[in-house]
């Protein structure tokens, strides 16, 4: 697929409980569209670094991603309302257009999913899960999200983000007089 490049940039900022499947997701978005995307937990596992560290470097990259104008993914620190506005104004004021994709799942196969072993990255602890869970505050319907499933397939996912995306381009207008009908009529579904 070619790299993701509406007219206006867009962040996509992942949310949801641990093992929810936000990674999931996003990397394979990431990886069909080749955008940038950035995540704290990729920065612990490759560079070996603490989680605080993490955060820091992400920050550091998220700056400088935002200097692109391409479509970027970002699965930081979103738990809280507080931090989702630091996200969207940070984003805002770059000239970016938000769009928070909230992955639900329900709480018992997410933490079934955050505490086993995993190919890529490290199992959280029952109590860790716990206590993510508590901090957890859900969108709020005025930071408009858009809610996918963690349980349903990529292809499905993905159509509901790009639904949006897609709705969120300007109309272009007519220039020249249209070509007549031919007969022939494509569905785009």
């Known amino acids: 697929m070619k790299p993701l490049t509406p007219t206006t940039p867009h962040v996509i900022i992942m949310v949801g409980i641990p093992g929810a499947g936000k990674t ?25 670094i603490s989680p605080e560290s993490a955060i820091k470097v992400t920050d550091i990259l998220f700056t400088e991603l935002l200097k692109t104008n391409r479509t970027l993914i970002y699965e930081g620190p979103t738990n809280t309302k507080l931090q989702r506005l630091a996200i969207l104004k940070k984003v805002t004021h770059a000239g970016y257009k938000p769009l928070l994709v909230w992955v639900q799942t329900e709480s018992i196969e997410a933490k079934r999913r955050a505490t086993k072993q995993q190919q890529t990255g490290r199992p959280i602890s029952p109590a860790t899960f716990d206590a993510a869970i508590k901090r957890f505050q859900p969108p709020l319907a005025v930071e408009k999200p858009i809610v996918i499933s963690g349980k349903h397939t990529y292809a499905t996912q993905v159509k509901s983000v790009l639904k949006h995306l897609a709705g969120a381009r300007p109309e272009v207008p007519i220039t020249e007089s249209p070509r007549p009908h031919t007969g022939r009529s494509i569905t785009i579904r």
Request: proline share 8%; hydrophobic share 45%; no cysteine.
């Open 24 to 48: 999931t997701f996003a990397a394979h978005f990431a990886k069909t569209f080749h955008a940038p995307y950035i995540n704290p937990t990729d920065i612990i596992t490759d560079a070996n």
